[in-house]
């Protein structure tokens, strides 16, 4: 059954802003949590807002969550990319959407718990979902597919083995990958495959659209920031991936896998460990004294046809 509902849990955060846009645009979106991570919890939901407001969606609830990791506290890794507003490089608009009562936590149970057949897409560290799921045994199943941008199965960024979504909360990781929950993950290994230069950029902008030239200003800002610090001239457009794996699967390639979080290694904590020992078609049986497949792992994309789904949602905005 195609999956209609859907609540996004983010810390914008250029790359999420595109997956807010597109998570508006392909689904009831039944409202954005937000989460410490790129910038702290008050700056992600002002920027939240500001998301809503620009793409002509300002009715949907905004829940703040977590301020920072289950254990220590924030760090400032998302600054180097996104800068000190979490969103360096435009200036959003202000209207008059306010934060709801309910925190995140408390939101995605009653939301999720209330409203069968919702999926959860995840683009930010995974702290609400973690205290969330320990909240409510029950919330993890009942997720009807939780898509999941962080991980990796092969380098890190924020360290050489540990990519940032994963490593800002390697508990909560662990938490999540434990729970039962069915877990698609985007991790770096796939969303290098999507990243966008100055051309992909202004192919955005040609939209013509406000909300079009807003999104290119924060993607240029992005790309150069990330530009000096990995020589690329190519930023991937992480998060907008993990909605694209709900809205149009056609796009991916997919095998099933297990992973878990490395907690305490010294080099390596936070690190995703993809067991590609065993790398499972969908429905194939798991071999005995393997580790039991716990996500989908999506190996694959056909990125120009997530430019495509980019273009088309900043063209139906305003
Ligand atoms: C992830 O970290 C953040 O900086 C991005 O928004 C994305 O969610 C990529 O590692
Ligand atoms: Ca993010």
Same mark, same amino acid.
């Given at each position: 059954?195609?999956?209609? +509902?859907?609540?996004?849990?983010?810390?914008?955060?250029?790359?999420?802003?595109?997956?807010?846009?597109?998570?508006?645009?392909? !689904?009831?979106?039944?409202?954005?949590?937000?989460?410490?991570?790129?910038?702290?919890?008050?700056?992600?939901?002002?920027?939240?807002? @500001? %998301?809503?407001?620009?793409? @002509?969606?300002?009715? %949907?609830?905004?829940?703040?969550?977590?301020?920072?990791?289950?254990?220590?506290?924030?760090?400032?890794?998302?600054?180097?990319?996104?800068?000190?507003?979490?969103?360096? @490089? *435009?200036?959003?608009? #202000?209207?008059?959407?306010?934060?709801?009562?309910?925190?995140?936590?408390? !939101?995605?149970?009653?939301? %999720?718990?209330?409203?069968?057949?919702?999926?959860?897409?995840?683009?930010?560290?995974?702290?609400?979902?973690?205290?969330?799921? #320990? *909240?409510?045994?029950?919330?993890?199943?009942?997720?009807?597919?939780?898509?999941?941008?962080?991980?990796?199965?092969?380098?890190?960024?924020?360290?050489?083995?540990?990519?940032?979504?994963?490593?800002?909360?390697p508990e909560a990781a662990h938490v999540v990958y434990s729970s039962g929950a069915r877990i698609t993950m985007c991790g770096l290994d796939l969303t290098r495959q999507a990243a966008v230069g100055p051309e992909t950029i202004a192919r955005f902008r040609a939209v013509g659209t406000r909300t079009a030239a807003v999104v290119a200003d924060l993607l240029e800002h992005y790309?150069? *920031?990330?530009?000096?610090?990995?020589?690329?001239?190519?930023?991937?457009?992480?998060?907008?991936?993990? %909605?694209?794996?709900?809205?149009?699967?056609?796009?991916?390639? !997919?095998?099933?896998?297990?992973?878990?979080?490395?907690?305490?290694?010294?080099?390596?904590?936070?690190?995703?460990?993809?067991?590609?020992?065993?790398?499972?078609?969908? @429905?194939?049986?798991?071999?005995?004294?393997?580790? #039991?497949?716990?996500?989908?792992?999506? +190996?694959?994309?056909?990125?120009?046809?997530? !430019?495509?789904?980019?273009?088309?949602?900043?063209?139906?905005?305003?």
């Open positions: 059954m195609p999956l209609t +509902k859907a609540i996004i849990d983010c810390d914008p955060g250029h790359d999420d802003v595109v997956a807010i846009l597109l998570a508006a645009k392909h !689904f009831d979106l039944l409202g954005v949590t937000t989460v410490g991570g790129n910038a702290p919890a008050w700056r992600v939901t002002e920027n939240a807002l @500001g %998301v809503l407001e620009l793409i @002509g969606r300002p009715e %949907v609830p905004v829940a703040r969550g977590a301020e920072g990791p289950i254990i220590g506290t924030l760090p400032r890794a998302g600054e180097r990319v996104h800068g000190t507003s979490g969103l360096d @490089g *435009a200036v959003l608009p #202000r209207g008059s959407n306010r934060v709801i009562a309910k925190r995140a936590v408390e !939101f995605l149970i009653d939301t %999720v718990m209330a409203n069968p057949g919702t999926a959860v897409i995840a683009t930010g560290p995974l702290t609400n979902l973690a205290l969330a799921m #320990r *909240a409510e045994p029950r919330l993890a199943k009942s997720i009807a597919r939780l898509s999941f941008m962080g991980g990796s199965a092969t380098w890190g960024n924020v360290t050489a083995a540990a990519e940032f979504n994963a490593w800002a909360d790309r150069a *920031a990330a530009e000096r610090i990995t020589g690329s001239p190519a930023v991937p457009l992480h998060d907008p991936c993990a %909605v694209a794996t709900l809205a149009a699967p056609e796009l991916f390639t !997919f095998a099933r896998a297990n992973v878990t979080v490395e907690l305490r290694g010294e080099e390596t904590r936070g690190m995703t460990v993809v067991d590609q020992r065993l790398v499972l078609e969908e @429905g194939a049986p798991v071999p005995e004294g393997m580790p #039991r497949p716990n996500c989908r792992w999506a +190996k694959r994309i056909e990125a120009e046809g997530l !430019f495509r789904l980019v273009e088309e949602a900043l063209a139906a905005c305003p």
